[in-house]
């Protein structure tokens, strides 16, 4: 395959991930269907599909899209040699600001709602998203305790304690659909009493 004609694949991909990626946010996963992606993006059906073998392929596509970006910034922001209080601050702001994006609102809700009739739709969100965000951290608070920064214990549980805090207030309005208008105001200070708490919590 020449330069142009792959370059051509890849532009094709990126214009079904991103019409894939309205379709699932607007529709829904079930009311979403391969034959009506193909006829928005141009071309054959058999083209869709042979980038993307089922629709359950396509949707974890679209959802590492959407990840992506976003534990690369966690990943560059987690950096054991900057002092943990700072890094765990950036790292709270940065998670907390991001899950009340709308389109990642409307990803939870889609993965909640949908998973109870397709359950491999929570997995494949709970995959691309919180499981690697707690994974990445979990990494982080390992070598943190070897540096005697954090009391040892199981990584992963304090992972799952901080990022659980961090999220916990923003539930209303991601889960539920409840408006909290001074969410971004307390932001930093809310971010901040909870990564002291944790801090005192794991003092070695």
């Not at 969410?183 to 930093?188: A, K, S």
């Amino acid at each position: 395959m020449n330069i142009s004609k792959q370059q051509k694949c890849v532009d094709r991909r990126e214009a079904i991930l991103e019409e894939a990626k309205r379709f699932f946010l607007e529709k829904g996963y079930a009311e979403t269907s391969m034959s009506a992606i193909a006829a928005k993006v141009g071309g054959s059906k058999g083209t869709l599909w042979s980038h993307f073998p089922s629709k359950e392929a396509l949707f974890s596509a679209v959802i590492e899209r959407l990840t992506g970006d976003f534990h690369k910034v966690y990943t560059d922001l987690l950096n054991p040699q900057a002092e943990i209080e700072v890094t765990l601050n950036q790292y709270g702001r940065h998670l907390c600001r991001n899950i009340i994006k709308p389109e990642k609102k409307t990803l939870l809700r889609l993965a909640v709602v949908e998973s109870w009739r397709f359950p491999e739709v929570g997995k494949i969100f709970y995959d691309a998203g919180p499981k690697v965000a707690m994974q990445k951290l979990a990494i982080y608070f390992e070598s943190a305790m070897e540096k005697n920064q954090l009391r040892k214990d199981d990584p992963q549980k304090a992972a799952s304690f901080l990022l659980h805090a961090l999220c916990a207030k923003s539930m209303p309005s991601r889960l539920y659909n409840i408006p909290q208008p001074d969410i971004e105001e307390t932001l930093e200070e809310d971010v901040s009493r909870i990564v002291s708490l944790f801090l005192k919590a794991y003092a070695p």
